[in-house]
């Protein structure tokens, strides 16, 4: 029966190719901002009521998300299709390839379900605004993953990382197991008093001193801190004009760690950084809270299995370890149900990794979206195993469990 559901799920993909090339293809070329993927999303919703599934549009209070749903009774799947972009340079993180693999995926695993009879179910969600937005957070709250035995994508990254990137039909294409970082994201806002810089430069209480006086001593706490934490950030005002004391300037920064307990740690280093500026220069200070990300903490069991669904010898479990450094909403979805946030390469070159032209660039061949069909077709094995598989399913839930209790530990 395995085998028979697995050729299902691959020729469902196989004949379903215009649908899904569309797809890739349409969002590709329309790049669309976070919360603003209208054109991504009623192409999909679009797409998925010709082939007659059950589709509600702008899901769960967002009117960029959709969410298709396909089966009945016994456990649930969730595959996220991301598709927003970024500002200037496009699909430069390869979202409409993450996008066409979900989609893949969650046809597979229907046609399973449709040719097996058995109970099961399967979601496709559209997950709006990934790049900074926190889309997923807004669905989880909402409920989009409650009660799901896993939720699974996959995202492109700089092919050229990986060991014997080209080397034929058993190079390495992917790994499996790849952790991310738990991400804080601030806003500070430095409020002081306007003067003239040359008739009373005195009378003045600058902001702009409170922003420089906390960037440098930022940049000296970088010494301080693990290998692997990450702060960096951006003036998002710092006065309007020389002759004028600047009085109301602010930033934004992102707080990276291994954990979300570590992030939300170091945060609290980088905040006493802007304190001791405020108090310094005389300015008052408030900081204005940004979405912030969990760490991607991926099944192991999940990416064991997919390893073996894969070709042979051509997925890593865990190497290389930095081939997507980063932060995901995706990593608050694990904190919900056991996750898989796997990593194919795409055709890239040095200093082509994500967010850049050249990603873009590669994240639109035809190469690209047949490796990201191999990863739908992989998913899709994976979730079929969790739905029809108790022992499997049971043992991804255990796991998922004491890996919860080692995440409220901060380990």
């Known amino acids: 029966m395995a085998v028979d559901m697995i050729s299902v799920i691959d020729g469902e993909i196989r004949n379903r190719n215009a649908e899904l090339s569309s797809i ?7 790049p669309e901002l976070a919360y603003e993927e209208h054109k991504a999303h009623d192409a999909f919703v679009s797409v998925l009521r010709t082939l007659d599934f059950d589709v509600t549009p702008h899901a769960h209070g967002l009117d960029t998300a959709f969410s298709a749903d396909f089966g009945s009774g016994g456990r649930l799947i969730v595959f996220n299709a991301e598709y927003d972009a970024l500002p200037g340079i496009g699909h430069a993180c390869g979202h409409n390839l993450i996008a066409s693999a979900s989609f893949a995926a969650f046809l597979g695993v229907a046609a399973a379900l449709k040719a097996s009879g058995q109970p099961g179910r399967v979601r496709l969600l559209g997950t709006p605004a990934e790049e900074g937005g926190g889309g997923k957070l807004k669905l989880i709250a909402a409920g989009a993953y409650r009660g799901a035995a896993a939720s699974l994508m996959v995202h492109p990254g700089p092919g050229h990382k990986l060991p014997a990137a080209g080397g034929g039909a058993t190079a390495i294409r992917g790994v499996s197991f790849v952790r991310m970082l738990a991400n804080v994201k601030m806003g500070v806002h430095f409020t002081g008093r306007e003067a003239h810089a040359a008739i009373a430069p005195w009378d003045g209480v600058n902001a702009l001193d409170a922003v ?11 010494q301080q801190t693990r290998p692997y934490e990450r702060i960096h950030g951006v003036f998002r005002s710092a006065g309007d004009r020389p002759n004028v004391t600047p009085a109301d300037c602010a930033v934004e920064y992102y707080v990276r760690s291994a954990t979300r307990a ?12 802007f304190e001791g500026a405020a108090l310094a220069t005389g300015c008052a200070m408030r900081v204005e809270p940004l979405n912030s990300y969990a760490d991607v903490r991926p099944s192991r069991a999940l990416c064991e299995a997919y390893v073996d669904a894969m070709p042979a010898g051509t997925v890593a479990f865990d190497e290389p370890a930095d081939i997507l450094a980063g932060s995901t909403d995706m990593g608050d979805v694990c904190y919900e149900c056991p996750g898989f946030h796997g990593v194919f390469g795409i055709d890239t070159k040095e200093g082509e990794a994500n967010h850049t032209k050249g990603f873009a660039a590669a994240a639109g061949t035809a190469d690209s979206f047949e490796r990201a069909l191999e990863c739908g077709r992989g998913m899709a094995a994976v979730a079929w195993r969790v739905l029809s598989d108790d022992g499997f399913a049971e043992r991804v839930q255990t796991e998922w469990e004491e890996d919860m209790k080692l995440a409220a530990q901060g380990k």
Do not use: D, P
């Not at 420089?212 to 970088?222: F, G, K, Q, V």
């Open 212 to 222: 420089c006086l906390s960037y440098n001593a930022i940049s000296m706490l970088r």
């Open 262 to 273: 570590g992030a939300e740690a170091l945060w609290q280093r980088v905040r006493r950084c």
């Open 24 to 30: 890739n293809q349409h969002i590709h070329a329309n």
